[in-house]
């Protein structure tokens, strides 16, 4: 009975719970669905809903002229998940397939790297980078196991031009170097932000009504850099770098009375798209980070310093030592030649280490110090650029007794090619220095101003009168008894200076140079300074040769480009042209048949008087010019030339008896049949059909440019030529009637 009741209590028991059971499961239903199911359903929410980031579009970059040199273009990445539930072996065929047709790489490649994912991958990656047109195609598959996503990608329009002035970005589209960096946060924009649903799995998916806040595209950047100029700057420092043999060259044109950078090259280079295929040292921008020392380049603070403290007078004469060395503090300072007796401005115009050694010692060191520095050496030029470096210039408690005299020409001094510019256009602009800039203007997407650059006035390096008394010193340069001849364009002025420089290696000074010349044109008003640099040139290490004659090429293009220079040369070729007509001719070099014909041109009538060896030229009874006309006994006229003449070229035409020294030709008095060498003939002031003639005749080929009158020539009459070789005229239509009006 017992066992009956222990029984049936157990059953109540066990049928009390199978009933409570559901009881309680209905309650809790009751509980999470009704009374707690709002509070529930938003921890879900919090937990399933999450955000992620919508790129923003990098900032454009222009050059000065809304030329578009950086922008931006999409992209698409296109990966896959393999164990996706449902996933079609046949699918992953047709997605390689097209991914091929686009990339045209084999779509058995994009195949085997989804066989060989391991098991459980959910995400394998075929192509970081396909075309938009590629991604509509694979987006139309609808396919669960294709991911798409689009990406921008940085586009450099125009290759490797400006590539170390823009720099470049990484694969996160943040810049690394150049204006890319500098301007990161502006070029950048504000991400976006878009609200998506995760699954059990992670998963991202979008749905409808989710919030979204788009991005703010990045702003652009407006440029100083002129494309066109650049380009002719990389073009011919390209060239020079190849001519000479030099290990890599650097340029910079700079806007004296603004600060405006114009252009900035180095060469090597590399392409901003893919910078890791360039060595680093080609990526680094050695116009702003390479600190090196100037050479004579740097001869213009001891020249600023000595003439504004009235230390030294431009006509003040200096003996050099035959040999062309002097002994300073136990260390040999070296002339490039042996230079003899010479005056301040011709220490300038022939750049003689010895003589501004001396003149540097009568500086006080701290005002010499305090000249460099305001001349912007030993500081950044504060551009906006990344990674510029400061240079060296140690203060005068650190200088040892020779410290100041070969600083004076360039040495124990470190400074960046830009500061060295920096310094030259601010001797152009009055002595004002500027502060050196790129980014003119910062915009927004809709063309709106957001920042303006203003050219910012640093400082002035000297006195108004002291810059005009020194630029004509530096413009003598430029001639022909002038370390810079190369760098002279004619009719152009042209004020600068050269630097050569030994190059310090392993502790000492060794065989290897760096050539450069920094100049500005035109004189009269200078709208251009330049900087040409050179390392280690093998055919010479003459700066004025070598970059000088960079700089030329460059300064002649600029002219072809540049309405305002144009109109400053074309005058100056007519002022030279007019005052010819006044003054007496060139004619060395020059035939007897030559010589008429050039002084004919010249409104100069001739009379028939004979004379052995002789010539001269007077003014007849009615006051007409004339010259007299001659013959020889001993050989023919056309086998003569003329030596030297008096008054010498250039003299204003007055009641002088103009007589020359004849001598036969080389070749005659070898008694060849011909000359292995050609004397160039004077041609300037003739007819353009008239000089291509007798340039013809002489064996010389003929490049023209322009009509009428010719005004200038390379190379220059009296030079000696090979046969066959090309000789360059400029013509000038507009010069005709004045020389056709020009007796008197």
């Given at each position: ?269 590399f392409h901003p798209g893919d910078p890791a295929g360039a060595e680093p040292q080609f990526r680094r921008n050695r116009a702003i980070a390479d600190m090196i020392e100037p050479g004579s380049t740097f001869k213009l603070v001891a020249t600023v310093a000595a003439m504004e403290q009235n230390l030294v007078d431009p006509d003040e004469w200096f003996e050099t030592p035959e040999d062309g060395r002097k002994m300073i503090y136990g260390q040999w300072m070296r002339d490039h030649d042996p230079l003899g007796k010479l005056t301040f401005r011709d220490a300038i115009t022939k750049s003689s280490n010895i003589v501004f050694s001396e003149v540097a010692q009568r500086i006080d060191p701290d005002t010499y110090y305090q000249y460099a520095r305001n001349m912007g050496f030993g500081t950044v030029t504060h551009v906006d650029l990344p990674n510029e470096k400061a240079g060296r210039l140690q203060k005068p408690y650190e200088w040892s007794g020779v410290t100041l005299p070969w600083m004076s020409i360039g040495y124990e001094v470190q400074a960046t090619p830009l500061q060295i510019l920096q310094a030259y256009a601010a001797f152009a602009n009055e002595g ?313």
């Open positions: 009975m017992e066992n009956r009741a222990s029984m049936l209590a157990r059953l109540f028991v066990l049928m009390g719970l199978v009933i409570l059971l559901p009881v309680a499961i209905s309650l809790q239903m009751v509980r999470v669905s009704v009374l707690e199911g709002s509070g529930l359903r938003e921890l879900w929410s919090s937990q399933a809903i999450d955000s992620i980031p919508i790129p923003a579009e990098r900032g454009a970059i222009y050059d000065r002229n809304g030329k578009l040199l950086a922008s931006n273009h999409v992209r698409c990445h296109v990966a896959v998940d393999p164990n996706v539930p449902g996933a079609d072996p046949a699918r992953f065929e047709e997605i390689a397939g097209i991914l091929a047709a686009y990339s045209g790489q084999d779509m058995g490649t994009y195949l085997e790297r989804i066989r060989s994912a391991g098991s459980r991958s959910r995400y394998v990656v075929l192509d970081r980078s396909v075309s938009m047109a590629a991604c509509d195609e694979l987006e139309l598959l609808s396919d669960r196991s294709l991911i798409l996503e689009e990406q921008y990608k940085r586009r450099y329009h125009f290759g490797n031009l400006s590539a170390h002035l823009l720099g470049y970005v990484d694969h996160q589209m943040s810049g690394v170097t150049g204006l890319e960096a500098f301007y990161d946060d502006a070029l950048r924009g504000e991400d976006g932000v878009q609200q998506v649903r995760r699954d059990r799995a992670n998963r991202i998916f979008s749905y409808v009504g989710a919030p979204k806040q788009p991005p703010r595209m990045g702003y652009s950047l407006k440029t100083t850099i002129d494309a066109h100029l650049q380009a002719v700057v990389e073009e011919e420092l390209l060239l020079g770098v190849e001519k000479y043999r030099a290990e890599s060259g650097t340029a910079i044109v700079m806007e004296p009375s603004t600060g405006r950078i114009l252009a900035m090259a180095n060469v090597p280079d004002v220095m500027m502060k050196p800039f790129i980014v003119e203007q910062v915009v927004d997407e809709h063309g709106q101003k957001i920042e303006d650059t203003v050219p910012s006035r640093v400082r002035s390096i000297a006195k108004k009168e002291t810059i005009e008394k020194l630029i004509p010193m530096y413009e003598a340069v430029l001639s022909d008894s002038g370390t810079a001849s190369w760098a002279a364009v004619e009719g152009l002025r042209i004020a600068g200076k050269t630097g050569t420089a030994q190059k310090w290696v392993d502790g000492r000074y060794t065989t290897r140079y760096r050539a450069s010349f920094a100049g500005f044109f035109p004189v009269e008003d200078p709208l251009y300074a330049v900087l040409v640099l050179l390392e280690e040139p093998k055919v010479s290490y003459y700066g004025g040769f070598t970059s000088g004659s960079v700089f030329r090429e460059i300064a002649s293009r600029i002219t072809g480009m540049d309405p305002t220079v144009r109109s400053v040369l074309q005058d100056a070729v007519v002022n030279v042209v007019e005052d010819s007509l006044r003054l007496f001719p060139n004619l060395r070099g020059l035939t007897r048949e030559e010589a008429e014909a050039r002084l004919e041109a010249l409104g100069m009538k001739t009379l028939g008087m004979q004379a052995d060896w002789k010539a001269s030229w007077m003014a007849n009874e009615e006051g007409e010019d004339v010259v007299e006309s001659y013959r020889f006994r001993h050989f023919e006229s056309s086998e003569m030339m003329i030596m030297e003449q008096s008054p010498v070229p250039g003299e204003p035409i007055g009641d002088q008896r103009l007589t020359f020294i004849w001598e036969p030709k080389p070749s005659v008095l070898r008694g060849e049949s011909e000359s292995p060498h050609i004397v160039v003939p004077q041609l300037t002031g003739l007819s353009v059909r008239a000089a291509s003639a007798i340039a013809r005749e002489a064996g010389l080929q003929v490049a023209l440019q322009g009509s009428g009158t010719v005004v200038s020539q390379f190379p220059s009459a009296g030079e000696w030529m090979k046969p066959g070789r090309t000789i360059a005229l400029r013509g000038n239509r507009t010069l005709i009637s004045r020389l056709a009006g020009a007796e008197r």
